[in-house]
């Protein structure tokens, strides 16, 4: 069965530096997705990327975050300058039309 | 604003028993709604999906429900096993662009 892959699955960090998680998304897929958990908390929308360009965003997907499909099968999410708020579990999901998303296993970020 | 929204944060239900998990949202342009799975420290699963041409599906024994009208669509699994223990998000889009989920409700089957 085909699947989403992430890396790393667990990311420690000091505050203030640059982090960069990756996922390689079903490679016929279209639309690929980037959600976090912060423990306990909801599942949040983070951005949504299709035809090489983000269609939406939500609003915790301020300036320090971008995302980017450098090869044309990599899906990254870089955070420029992390922040202790910034820990969670990062899924990437991709997804083709009127299919279900498919999740990678997730990332766990921690920022000391 | 929580446009996909599970009022139960947790259920307990007796091994054999019947599962019901709720979930309300308030955008009428949601068109199709989907049901996750979610194990600690994994991703959520996909488990089963209805849209809104139908009000009902069914798959093994996971039943989707949608009530177009009132907005609500539950989640119900008969019978109800200790594997099932886990925590399900409800999530909706609309003409398959971004999901919305909801805050999940965890589920946990009593042997």
């Known amino acids: 069965e085909p699947e989403v892959t992430q890396t790393p699955s667990h990311q420690v960090t000091q505050m203030g530096q640059e982090v960069i998680l990756r996922c390689v998304p079903i490679s016929n897929h279209l639309y690929f997705y980037w959600y976090r958990q912060i423990l306990g908390q909801k599942v949040e929308f983070l951005v949504s990327f299709y035809n090489n360009e983000i269609s939406e965003k939500s609003e915790i997907f301020d300036d320090q975050f971008s995302v980017e499909r450098p090869d044309g099968s990599n899906f990254t999410l870089k955070i420029r300058s992390t922040k202790l708020e910034d820990s969670a579990m990062y899924f990437c999901?991709?997804?083709?039309?009127?299919?279900?998303?498919?999740f990678g296993q997730g990332t766990r970020l921690t920022v000391v | 604003d929580q446009q996909v929204k599970q009022n139960s944060p947790s259920l307990s239900v007796q091994e054999g028993r019947i599962s019901i998990l709720n979930c309300d949202y308030t955008?009428?342009?949601?068109?199709?709604f989907l049901w996750y799975k979610k194990y600690p420290a994994e991703g959520p699963t996909f488990l089963i999906s209805?849209?809104?041409?139908?009000d009902k599906n069914e798959d093994g024994r996971f039943t989707v429900f949608l009530n177009k009208s009132a907005k609500h669509l539950s989640l119900h699994i008969v019978p109800s096993q200790p594997g099932d223990s886990a925590v399900y998000f409800c999530?909706?889009?609309?003409?398959?662009?971004?999901?919305?989920f909801g805050t999940g409700t965890s589920l946990t089957v009593i042997p």
């Open positions: 999901a991709s997804i083709t039309r009127d299919t279900e998303a498919f």
């Open positions: 955008n009428s342009m949601f068109d199709y």
């Open positions: 999530a909706a889009s609309a003409s398959g662009n971004q999901f919305y």
């Open positions: 209805i849209s809104s041409i139908k």
